[in-house]
């Protein structure tokens, strides 16, 4: 047999080790070596996208483990199983229809560190810009009635009534807020930024004398109503 024949049939013996019927298509080596082995990944739909490493666990027979039923969304929530994220993963206000109106309370509190000057200052009502701790107080009610103005995702609800307390203690102000509804949803929000906003306003009416005075510990410590009824911070 001459060379040439021996060329030509060595050809024929390395064509014999190409995937069958591959008709002309451009094949990887990847392809290849699953044609050899007999592995062949899971057939796709045909708008299926799929990303490298979905391909690769594909061909080495390796699935992600199933999501354990504890971690699934739960009903009314999105893909993270938060109730605030949809489903495309977007922020978005909950749906409250549904849930019975009712009664409902949430009692929050904070506290401003002044310096002892300050302290003495509103003992003997010596504030230079007047009665600190009343404009602190009517600051609270204003900032309980536009929270959903502050708080994107909060929603607007029919206030029903603020009661602002503040003490003014050795070492600054102790503020405590209840807020009170008739409503579809709770108050925290309400209370929380009552706290917040009245803080901030006895912070604008002391700053002359303490400039260094800190807002802390702002926190819900009772709500009531709704599904959860009575809840008290341990």
Do not use: F, Y
């Amino acid at each position: 047999m001459t060379n040439g024949q021996e060329t030509a049939h060595t050809e024929d013996e390395q064509t014999t080790l190409m995937p069958s019927d591959l008709t002309g298509e451009v094949v990887s080596g990847g392809a290849v070596v699953d044609e050899a082995i007999g592995s062949h990944p899971d057939p796709l739909a045909r708008d299926a996208i799929v990303s490298p490493g979905t391909a690769v666990d594909e061909a080495i027979g390796s699935h992600p483990d199933p999501v354990p039923a504890a971690r699934q969304p739960t009903a009314g929530a999105g893909l993270s199983g938060l109730t605030h994220i949809d489903e495309a993963g977007q922020a978005r206000m909950v749906d409250v229809s549904a849930k019975d109106v009712t009664a409902r309370t949430a009692t929050a509190t904070g506290r401003v560190l002044l310096s002892p000057e300050a302290v003495a200052a509103l003992r003997d009502r010596t504030v230079p810009k007047g009665d600190a701790l009343a404009v602190a107080r009517i600051a609270a009610i204003q900032g309980a009635k536009r929270t959903p103005n502050l708080i994107p995702l909060c929603h607007p609800i029919g206030l029903h009534g603020v009661a602002v307390d503040l003490a003014v203690a050795g070492d600054g102000v102790d503020i405590t807020v209840t807020a009170r509804t008739a409503d579809r949803t709770g108050v925290e929000m309400e209370a929380l930024t009552a706290v917040t906003v009245g803080a901030l306003a006895l912070i604008d009416m002391i700053k002359a004398i303490d400039p260094a005075a800190v807002i802390s510990d702002v926190k819900v410590l009772e709500k009531t109503g709704g599904k959860t009824g009575l809840w008290r911070r341990p």
